[in-house]
């Protein structure tokens, strides 16, 4: 996307993916992003931005939103010095709160991305049903990655139970081997998830979560490799295994 943007999006295009996701627009104006998305026939229902965006900077992103068509704006973690604090998961519930009651008013819905520490266990209790209980249904939607739910301990369809509809969007991305659990709770890997690979070629049963869409409220799917050896031979071959999923 750095070197070649336009390029990119036309590649993603012809591979025969209809959707895309931002995190990013490499110094593209909205209006930009926008044309090369209808010149290419593609559209972008959603886009991460990093949770200090959700201050000052909040109600620019939304209209930057409004010009590209997207639906959704989605916070893709809570740094680590507010997940630290003593009273940190419960004013970023606050933030995620206050962020999507502003982004209703302009027809957009606010969610927010997993990765795997939210599902350490607190006091007992993991942080991803904390955030859960306390944001609001409407104003917090959530964006699931079916990857990192996993390598983190969680059951997708446990939550498909418990929370029907709230999740519309997912992350989609496959790995070779769910990483030991350590006792603290902690897992053996760092930011980035070893064993990650295409779609389709790893241990995730995408046939038996898929068959829970509808309960699960999923209306769009994002596939993604973080580390890519070739990364538009990877998004080909995913594209190529979900085109053919039956559930």
Request: hydrophobic fraction near 35%; proline fraction near 6%.
């Amino acid at each position: 996307m750095q070197l070649d943007f336009e390029g990119t999006i036309a590649r993603v295009a012809t591979i025969g993916y209809k959707e895309v996701e931002f995190a990013g627009y490499f110094g593209r104006s909205p209006k930009d992003i926008r044309f090369l998305l209808d010149r290419h026939g593609l559209t972008s229902p959603s886009t991460h931005v990093d949770y200090e965006v959700l201050g000052d900077k909040w109600l620019e992103e939304v209209e930057s939103s409004k010009v590209i068509g997207q639906s959704y704006i989605v916070c893709p973690g809570i740094p680590e010095e507010i997940r630290n604090q003593p009273d940190g998961w419960r004013r970023a519930a606050e933030a995620c709160n206050r962020a999507g009651e502003v982004s209703r008013q302009a027809g957009i819905q606010f969610a927010y991305h997993n990765h795997w520490v939210e599902f350490y266990p607190v006091n007992g209790k993991r942080l991803y049903d904390f955030l859960l209980e306390e944001c609001d249904p409407n104003l917090v939607k959530m964006e699931m990655d079916l990857c990192w739910i996993e390598v983190g301990g969680g059951d997708p369809l446990d939550y498909f139970d418990r929370y029907p509809g709230r999740f519309p969007l997912v992350r989609v991305k496959d790995v070779q081997k769910i990483p030991t659990v350590k006792e603290s709770g902690g897992q053996d890997f760092g930011s980035s998830l070893p064993g990650m690979t295409e779609v389709g070629s790893g241990v995730i049963d995408w046939k038996g979560i898929f068959a829970q869409s509808d309960k699960a409220g999923i209306k769009h799917y994002f596939v993604e490799h973080d580390n890519p050896k070739a990364p538009f031979d990877s998004i080909r071959t995913s594209f190529n295994y979900l085109n053919q999923l039956r559930f």
